[in-house]
Nanobody, 124 residues
């Protein structure tokens, strides 16, 4: 069983930056990702990383602005968010998959473990 705890959300003006962190406790993972859930919308994938190799992928809407990274030694996942836009507003969830399947098919149903979420609000 893997436990995930996010931190780092907050309120920021458009064009600003935030850094989200996710601590992973217990068990091994093959892939991790960040998802965003805006009010009244589905939980959508934002970025994913293959844990052992470190390769990354992004949703088109965030390419060039958000960067996913991980520290294997400390079992930490990060999301550096730059040039934020109001449409980036939502609850951000850290997710982990036991295998690498979550990296190759970053849909919510592929992921086995979820954090509690952290709110990001971008004002215009």
């Amino acid at each position: 069983q893997v436990r995930l705890i996010e931190s780092g959300g907050g309120l920021v003006q458009a064009g600003g930056s935030l850094r989200l962190s996710c601590a992973a406790y217990g068990g091994s993972v093959g892939a991790m990702a960040w998802f965003r859930e805006a009010p009244g919308k589905d939980r959508d994938y934002v970025a994913a990383i293959r844990w052992t190799v470190g390769d990354t992928r992004y949703a088109d809407s965030v390419k060039g602005r958000l960067t996913i990274s991980r520290d294997k030694d400390s079992s930490m996942l990060y999301l550096q968010m730059d040039n934020l836009k109001p449409e980036d507003t939502g609850a951000y969830y850290c997710a982990a998959c036991r295998t690498a399947s979550g990296y190759f098919n970053p849909r919510a149903y592929e992921f086995d473990y979820w954090g509690q979420g952290t709110q990001v609000t971008v004002s215009s």
